[in-house]
């Protein structure tokens, strides 16, 4: 790739970033989102009948210039994770490798909750992460958003920026946690 290319696509992958821009591709089974760059991809797919959903993408790490490149994922339901470049910090055992970060929504519906999930545990940012939590697939108006301790407890967390028409909610994390969003019908 000459240096002009190089200069093009630069700029090309980090707008889509900026904007949240990502190519798609669906079918019944399998979402799959692929960023700009050639060599990073997130794949999504759905577990425990539909109820589940995974999705991975691979932040690497540039060991010339001792950094972690932008991580972006997105759930079908309107749910995504933005974690700003430069600022991935790996837990110790993962320092100096690519790190495959993961984000699972989970819809328990006995409980009426939407459960997230991220990886790998202990994973912490420099600069604040962008977390949206969508409740869009619920019949549910209005939800709460609790945080989830180790042991599963409870405690509610009040979002950052709450958009009700759109049905999702934005708040701005340092480390990764686990977090219920309760919906009602």
């Not at 972690?68 to 994922?73: A, S």
């Not at 909750?113 to 549910?140: I, M, V, Y």
Request: proline share 4%; net charge negative.
């Amino acid at each position: 790739m000459n240096f002009l290319n190089k200069r093009t696509f630069i700029f090309n992958y980090s707008l889509a970033l900026l904007i949240g821009l990502t190519a798609c591709t669906q079918d019944s089974k399998i979402l799959s989102v692929e960023s700009k760059s050639q060599s990073e991809s997130s794949e999504t797919r759905l577990i425990d009948g539909g109820l589940s959903e995974e999705s991975s993408f691979v932040s690497e790490y540039v060991e010339d210039k001792n950094f972690y490149t932008p991580v972006l994922i997105t759930i079908s339901n309107g749910s995504f994770l933005r974690i700003p470049n430069k600022s991935l910090v790996p837990p110790e055992y993962l320092s100096g490798e690519n790190v495959e970060i993961t984000m699972t929504v989970t819809n328990d519906q006995e409980n009426n909750e939407l459960l997230f999930q991220f990886g790998p545990h202990g994973c912490e940012f420099s600069s604040p992460a962008e977390l949206c939590l969508s409740w869009k697939t619920t019949n549910s108006k209005n939800a709460t958003l609790y945080y989830l301790d180790e042991q599963g407890n409870r405690k509610e967390h009040l979002p950052d920026q709450v958009d009700v028409v759109n049905k999702r909610m934005i708040i701005y994390i340092n480390h990764f946690s686990r977090y219920a969003v309760a919906y009602s019908n």
